[in-house]
């Protein structure tokens, strides 16, 4: 089992940064790729980003490329994600997400989720 709690959301404007943390409780953090996901109101849940266990793998969606940037501390057992040049369309709940083995971009392979973060970005 796995517990995962999300931090670091807010309302910023069009153009600033936000770091996202994901604090991570229960078994070897290690063993788990972790992913971030959003969801905006009246929209499906949406893949952001993923890194590998170690953290030599990262992936992003088109819409994050260049802008954001997944990554890990796996002594702290904290997942990142910092999110930079931040648009409206940015606005949603982000959730981290644990599984064990490789990357994906499916959350339905995932199996273990955080309660989300708000991040609100205004124009």
């Known amino acids: 089992q796995v517990q995962l709690v999300e931090s670091g959301g807010g309302l910023v404007q069009a153009g600033d940064s936000l770091r996202l943390s994901c604090a991570a409780s229960?078994?070897?953090?290690?063993?788990?790729?972790m992913g971030w996901f959003r969801q905006a109101p009246g929209k499906e849940r949406e893949f952001v980003s993923t890194?590998?266990?170690?953290?030599?793998?990262?992936y992003y969606a088109d819409s994050a490329e260049g802008r954001f940037t997944i990554s890990r501390d796996n002594a702290k057992n904290t997942v990142y994600l910092q999110m930079n040049s931040l648009k409206p369309e940015d606005t949603a709940v982000y959730f981290c997400?644990?599984?064990?083995?490789?990357?994906?971009?499916?959350?339905?392979?995932?199996?273990?989720w955080g309660q989300g973060t708000q991040v609100t970005v205004s124009s």
């Open positions: 229960g078994r070897t953090f290690s063993r788990y790729s």
């Open positions: 997400a644990a599984k064990e083995g490789y990357t994906d971009y499916d959350a339905l392979k995932y199996d273990y």
């Open positions: 890194i590998s266990r170690q953290g030599g793998g990262t």
